[in-house]
């Protein structure tokens, strides 16, 4: 039951964001915006479409292991970091990289701070749900992927902010 109620939360979640990111994105194509990195991106989608596949697959297969109070709560820690790193970018959040002509980073909340932490969230994340099951394959293999993932990523974005 945990799993569950678990599971249609985090794909809630996923849809909501989705549904956020192509709002902005409507908007900063309005204010001119050029996407950058979409040879990468179908790839992205594919990682954190099959991240959940693995998390209900491994659930299954692994018996159905009791929920881990303890990653529950570093999780929920993790989601309150996101939705701050979220919220200081406002409009100009997107799953997508987007760059408006003549506009500079966001330097506020997170950002002041760190470089990219909506990035550092995501290792995070990837790395912290499957353990709220003790879903240790799909941790190691998705944390895994997901580096690589966010190493291309990452210099895709930082080439588009030194333009």
Do not use: D
Request: one cysteine or more; charged letters at 15%; aromatic letters at 20%.
């Amino acid at each position: 039951m945990y799993f569950t109620i678990f599971i249609s939360f985090f794909v809630l979640q996923r849809l909501s964001e989705l549904f956020i990111a192509k709002r902005n994105e409507k908007w900063l194509l309005e204010q001119g915006a050029i996407e950058y990195g979409q040879s990468h991106y179908p790839f992205m989608i594919a990682l954190h479409t099959l991240f959940i596949f693995s998390l209900i697959a491994e659930y299954i297969l692994s018996g159905q292991p009791p929920i881990s109070w303890m990653f529950l709560v570093i999780y929920l820690a993790v989601l309150s970091f996101k939705f701050w790193a979220l919220s200081s970018l406002g409009k100009y959040w997107n799953t997508k990289i987007y760059r408006i002509p003549g506009v500079y980073p966001v330097k506020k909340g997170p950002y002041k701070f760190l470089r990219h932490p909506n990035y550092m969230e995501v290792v995070c994340e990837i790395a912290v749900i499957p353990l709220v099951f003790h879903l240790y394959y799909t941790a190691i293999i998705f944390t895994i992927l997901n580096a690589a993932m966010l190493f291309v990523r990452i210099r895709e974005e930082n080439r588009v902010w030194r333009m």
